[in-house]
């Protein structure tokens, strides 16, 4: 039987976006999710890890997790095959799961059980959770597949791969299920490995030995597009900086996999409650609503503001016009601090300015009038202490 999957990730459930609490958005989202799921008559769906945003979640967003999985699992009897993240507790999110198993309810969150195939249909699912190169070499060598395991995320996976190789049924499909940064190949791994969110990169081709690769980790459906690693993206915008991304999950059709890859793994968006848009405006523009603004009144907004002159209370004359405004900074700010990235920073004797623009990058809001305060009396201590 050929089975035909919804492939989601990275809800980061309890999730803030510049003190704005998202659970209303994950709700509305997640039952947008189930709805599709049930449109397309899926058989199954993968959620491959970052379920919540911390290690210790809030109880609404527990509360949350857990009543998607009731609704989606015992309610819709969708089977779900599921992986902690880096994000995630393990030990937290594993509690319960010999229950959950006897549901189709499909939960691993240690390198050992990825090594046990879940059979569905014509597929064979392996479920690796987010691992770190410390735990896999310790686990590798443990159980006594290598004498001493290599210092490479990459080399070490590989190991792995071949452990559940052997227990591929040459008859079905094998699926991949995994929560990792991939990027380049084996043939290419520079000396210096690259990192993302703390997680070393892995190479793309090992998992050219299956037939498809589902992950998360990466919040860009286009994160990689190589050979059969697929990732399915947040299906929110969870920073400023996605507003232009795309955001959905995933619907694989396992019997084209083979005949017709992009199109048996396409990509869905899907339309959330309250969109992320970044916009340039001027003050009168946004004060009085023109051209299309009201239309984004709803939306979190990020906003570049034309004006040069000092606005007095200006979050206050439009927070209640536009209830979900992230921040608001200036073009001429953003300008400078372009100007700045270009100036090699040995040249740059602005210690203060370098400190901004640390905060913006970082933080994607400028330093209150209080912080820079902070800095400049320090500022003034370390220049006393130099000259004494």
Not at 33 to 47: F, G, R, S, T
Not at 156 to 175: A, C, G, N, R, Y
Not at 233 to 243: A, D, I, M, Q, T
Not at 356 to 374: A, G, H, I, S
Request: glycine letters at 4%.
């Amino acid at each position: 039987m050929d089975v035909k999957l919804l492939h989601t990730a990275d809800w980061h459930l309890g999730k803030k976006l510049h003190g704005f609490d998202m659970l209303p958005d994950q709700s509305y989202i997640l039952e947008q999710i189930l709805q599709l799921a049930k449109e397309e008559k899926v058989d199954a769906i993968m959620i491959t890890g970052d379920i919540y945003d911390r290690a210790i979640a809030s109880n609404e967003a527990i509360q949350l997790g857990n009543q998607t999985f009731r609704k989606w699992n015992i309610d819709e009897q969708f089977p779900l095959l599921m992986i902690s993240g880096n994000h995630d507790s393990a030990t937290r999110l594993a509690t319960g799961k010999e229950w959950f198993a006897a549901n189709h309810f499909h939960l691993n969150t240690t390198i050992k059980e990825s090594l046990t195939p879940i059979t569905l249909g014509d597929c064979q699912f392996y479920l690796l959770p987010y691992v770190e190169l410390i735990e896999a070499r310790f686990f590798v060598e443990n159980e006594g597949l290598v004498e001493e395991a290599p210092n490479s995320l990459s080399q070490v996976l590989q190991i792995i791969i071949q452990e559940m190789q052997k227990t591929f049924d040459p008859s079905k499909k094998h699926i991949f299920i995994g929560h990792l940064f991939v990027a380049g190949s084996l043939r290419q791994e520079s000396e210096t490995p690259l990192e993302i969110g703390g997680l070393q990169s892995v190479a793309s081709d090992l998992f050219d030995v299956f037939d498809y690769a589902a992950f998360g980790h990466l919040h860009s459906a286009t994160a990689n597009l190589k050979g059969k690693v697929r990732y399915s993206g947040s299906p929110l915008k969870y920073s400023v900086g996605e507003y232009r991304d795309p955001k959905g999950v995933r619907v694989i059709n396992t019997d084209l996999l083979a005949d017709d890859f992009e199109q048996a793994t396409r990509f869905v968006p899907l339309q959330p409650l309250r969109e992320v848009y970044h916009l340039e405006a001027s003050f009168e523009d946004l004060l009085y609503q023109r051209g299309k603004l009201k239309e984004y009144a709803n939306d979190y907004l990020s906003v570049s503001l034309s004006n040069e002159e000092v606005i007095m209370q200006l979050m206050n004359q439009l927070r209640p016009l536009y209830p979900y405004l992230l921040n608001v900074t200036r073009k001429e700010r953003q300008r400078l601090e372009s100007a700045t990235k270009r100036i090699p920073l040995s040249k740059i004797n602005q210690p203060e300015a370098l400190i901004q623009d640390f905060f913006v990058r970082l933080y994607e809001e400028p330093l209150t009038e209080q912080q820079q305060n902070w800095i400049k009396d320090a500022m003034n201590q370390v220049s006393g202490k130099d000259e004494s």
